[in-house]
């Protein structure tokens, strides 16, 4: 059987004329491929995120597939159960976020504070304070508990400023990445909000799966990440869980949020009933999946047990060179690790040094006098200590600060291989 092709005809009077070669105001400019300008080498990114990758996020990540087909949905709904486990938490409303982790911080505060709604923030740095920024400007009448730099809240003061305030929203962050605070009173001032009438919202974007979170034991209202950091995913998709209570609130809430892409009661068409909202990050929600599953594979218990054990080691070896940890023990956080910068160099001295000569990437910290070292999914390697450890040592040397390089490497083998002594056969 022959088709025949039949167009309609136009009189080629109507047919509109354009020049095929215009001069365009703008020139097609002359640019480098990447493979010019990434380093032959990849620099070990061992700062405060985005971490490295497993190779099966990474083969994940190249990959597009129909965003409102079967696949995904079964995608989708992997994602939702494995996040449950991560979050440790059966509530159903777990979404995902195309964005950074602020993107879900910007989906949990717009969804549940608007104009007038009264919210606490515990304030120990700078992601803490960018909540209460978004709680602003949501219109949110937001009070701000003030914690030194360096420590946490204490309980009575949380307590004293629920009983002045009497928020409806408390913001806290579980591991404060700025100044690498560990919120460790996170359980207990939780119930203190919960029995004050509060719903709370936590920033868990660098601590998520390094360390415990236990949503629906410790009675959170929502909790976000990202996926860059503990989860050693790709930037730029991240998680946001709520309880009942919260959406209920997002539920009822009278006016539309003004955010219409993080719009939880948009975004539920996708991630709850394999409909349409916007494109989803295909590519970057399967990666995301595949970072759960080995978050999944390891379990819970023995991947914070390696975190745990990781950072450690890194502090006592930071620690064994002659070098100053930024914070306290009592909270000090280990997903990421504060370093105070010798006298007479600046962070960016440190960072350009040690990411041109050995390839590690650290970061400095909006303005503190510290560098940052990661302990976050994939960081967290023996080899990669080692490398980092070595390359942080030979930095300091070389930027003539008197540093005992070979007490530090010592100090964190001993503390890898659980303080013995290596025994000689
Ligand atoms: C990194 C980080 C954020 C911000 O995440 P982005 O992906 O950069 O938006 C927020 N809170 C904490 C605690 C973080 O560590």
Redesign the pocket.
């Known amino acids: 059987m022959r088709y025949s092709l039949k167009f309609p005809t136009l009189p080629i009077s109507s047919v509109p004329t354009m020049p095929l070669t215009p001069s365009f105001s703008v020139p097609c400019p002359d640019v480098e491929s990447l493979d010019a300008i990434l380093p032959e080498e990849p620099l070990l990114m061992m700062g ?2 985005p971490v490295p990758i497993p190779a099966a996020v990474a083969k994940a990540n190249t990959i597009v597939i129909n965003h409102l087909g079967g696949t995904m949905a079964k995608v989708v709904g992997q994602v939702k159960t494995m996040a449950r486990y991560v979050f440790q938490t059966n509530s159903k409303w777990v979404l995902g976020v195309a ?5 879900a ?1 910007e989906m949990a505060i717009s969804n549940l504070a608007w104009s007038g709604t009264r919210v606490l923030s515990i304030k120990n740095g700078f ?2 304070e ?1 909540m209460a920024e978004m709680g602003r400007r949501v219109g949110a009448d937001v009070s701000i508990l003030d914690v030194e730099d360096r420590a946490v809240a204490s309980l009575e003061t949380v307590e004293a400023a629920l009983r002045r305030v009497r928020p409806e929203i408390v913001t806290i ?6 100044n690498t605070v560990w919120n460790h009173h996170l359980k207990d001032i939780a119930a203190l909000a919960k029995a004050a009438g509060a719903l709370v919202i936590v ?5 998520l799966s390094t360390m415990p979170l236990e949503m629906d034991a410790w009675g959170i209202d929502a909790v976000i990440t ?4 503990g989860l050693s995913s790709i ?1 730029g998709v ?1 998680l946001v869980a709520f309880s009942e209570a919260a959406w209920e609130r997002v539920k009822h809430r009278e006016q539309p949020n003004a955010h219409w892409c993080l719009d939880a009661s948009l975004a539920e068409n996708f991630w709850h009933n394999a409909g349409y909202h916007y494109t989803a990050p295909v590519s970057g929600v399967l990666a995301l999946h595949e970072a759960l599953r080995l978050v999944c594979a390891e379990t819970l218990e023995k991947r914070f047990a390696r975190h745990l054990k990781c950072s450690v080691a890194l502090q006592e070896g930071i620690t064994a060179l002659g070098l100053t940890l930024y914070t306290p023990q009592a909270c000090r956080l280990n997903s ?1 690790v504060g370093i105070e910068a010798p006298q007479g160099l600046s962070p960016g001295d440190i960072c350009g040094h040690i990411s041109r000569q050995h390839q590690v990437e650290i970061s400095g910290s909006f303005g503190l006098p510290i560098v940052r070292i990661g302990q976050m999914g994939e960081q967290c390697r023996e080899h990669n200590l080692f490398r980092t450890l070595h390359a942080l040592g030979r930095t300091m040397v070389d930027l003539g600060v008197a540093v005992d390089l070979p007490a530090g490497v010592a100090a964190l083998e001993k503390s890898l291989s659980g303080g013995a002594r290596p025994s000689v056969r």
């Open positions: 405060a995120g964005g950074p982790g602020s993107a911080m992601f803490s960018r962050v579980q591991g404060e990445t700025s920033d868990a974007v660098c601590t990202g996926g860059q950091k930037p991240s990421v």
